[in-house]
Structure formats: C-alpha cells, structure tokens
C-alpha cells in the first residue's frame, strides 16, 4: 500500500471530519471568550472530537471542572478498550507508539483494524501512523476554519450547538443497529428525566451518568448468572 493509497483510505474520514471540526472551530470563538486559534491548539494537544464539542458547551454553560472532566471522561472511556486491543500491533512502534495511542479517535481505530495488513510490520505501523496523521490533520484544518470564520465573518450561529446533540442522536441509533436493544436508551432517557426533575442544574450531569451507570451494573449483575445458568442447562440437556 503507497501513501496515495493511505491517503485514499483516510478520505471518507476528511469529509466527515472538515465540516465537524468547522462546526467546532465556530462553537468554540461564539461561545467562549478566547482567541480564535485556541481551537487550534485544543484540537492539536486534546483531539477528542466529539469530547472538544462537549467540553465547550459545559464551559459555556458554566460548568464545573469536575462535571467536564466526568463527562469528557465517560465520553471517551471507549477508547481504553480500543488500545488494549492494538497494543500488541503497536508493539516495537518505539516514539510512534505514543502517537498512535494519543490519535486513536472512533474513525482510526476503524480504519487500522479493518484494512488490509502486510507481514512487514515496521511498514504497517508506519502506514498506521499516517492514517492517523491524516486523519488529526483532518481535524485541525476544520477547526481552524471554523474558528477564524466564526471570528472574522459575522453572522447568527443560534442553534449551532445543536450539533453535539445531532452527534449523539446519530452515535445512539449506530448503537442501536449494533446491539439491536432499546433497553439501554430508555435507561439513559430515563437517568436524564430523573436528574432534570430532582437535581440542580450543575449536577444534573454527573447525577445522569451516575444513575444510569449503576442501573445497567445492576442489570448486568442480575442477568448474568441467568444467562450462565441456561448456558450449562443447555448443555447438559
């Protein structure tokens, strides 16, 4: 596989990513009180996409610093199980290896796991790496343009934020024609129904993932044994 190859496999990700980190770039100059090419350097030292456009909206509405950091922190606690699956592909990527981890956004991981893989594993972490310079650069690029736009052209971005929702409402449906199941969704709508009615609004977050964290523990909890059981009964049958 040549560079213009790997370049050809990032390009779905470019079209995604331009207009998204635009969306950004534009949300983080209208909502926070910053130079435009702080988003920018958000996007080159953090890069957490969808984690960049919540972090923004929580410091707009005044959040705490512990109520982002347990939302940025559930948002992307996907990505732990994404390394450990890739460490031993990363294995002897020596200086690379720490990039490779630090880029692993939803989009890489799909494209390093999924693409087709030589015997020369010096070149496929070499590959892997542009893949995933690619697609930060990607990133940077949309932000950028959509934070000196935001700041040098004037116009109505009311309603922009709605991004990070639509983001969520396409993340839960994708989720859902994976797992085929509703019960998770009627068990975070549920979570938010109840903090909204009985929490303050600075807590309303933290109180949400709390409690739908701990209903699907305990479903898993009291549904696992279950499913064992019938597994042995089955097979003993």
Same mark, same amino acid.
């Given at each position: 596989m040549t560079d213009r190859?790997?370049?050809k496999l990032t390009l779905p990700i470019l079209f995604g990513y331009i207009p998204l980190g635009m969306a950004f770039g534009v949300l983080f100059v209208t909502q926070l009180d910053y130079p435009w090419w702080g988003a920018t350097l958000m996007s080159l030292a953090i890069y957490a996409g969808a984690g960049q456009i919540l972090a923004v909206s929580l410091l707009a509405a005044h959040a705490?610093?512990?109520?982002?950091?347990?939302?940025?922190?559930?948002?992307?606690?996907r990505h732990l199980f994404y390394g450990l699956s890739l460490l031993g592909r990363f294995r002897g990527a020596g200086w690379r290896k720490g990039y490779l981890i630090f880029g692993l956004t939803d989009e890489t991981y799909s494209l390093l796991t999924s693409r087709d893989r030589t015997g020369d594993a010096a070149a496929e972490q070499r590959r892997d790496v542009l893949i995933t310079?690619?697609?930060? @650069?990607?990133?940077? !690029?949309?932000?950028t343009l959509g934070a000196w736009l935001g700041r040098a052209? @004037?116009?109505?971005? +009311?309603? !922009?934020?709605?991004?990070l929702v639509a983001l969520? !409402?396409?993340l839960t449906i994708e989720q859902y024609k994976v797992l085929g199941q509703m019960l998770p969704i009627w068990i975070g709508a549920a979570a938010a129904g109840l903090s909204l009615a009985l929490l303050p609004?600075?807590?309303?977050?933290?109180?949400?993932?709390?409690?739908?964290t701990l209903t699907l523990l305990t479903h898993y909890r009291f549904h696992r044994?279950?499913?064992? +059981?019938?597994?042995q009964e089955r097979s003993h049958g």
């Open positions: 190859s790997v370049f705490g610093l512990l109520e982002v950091f347990v939302a940025l922190f559930v948002l992307n606690a310079l690619y697609n930060q @650069s990607y990133w940077v !690029i949309g932000s052209v @004037s116009f109505d971005s +009311t309603g !922009i934020e709605f991004a969520f !409402i396409v609004a600075d807590q309303q977050l933290i109180g949400a993932v709390v409690l739908a044994p279950t499913e064992a +059981t019938g597994s």
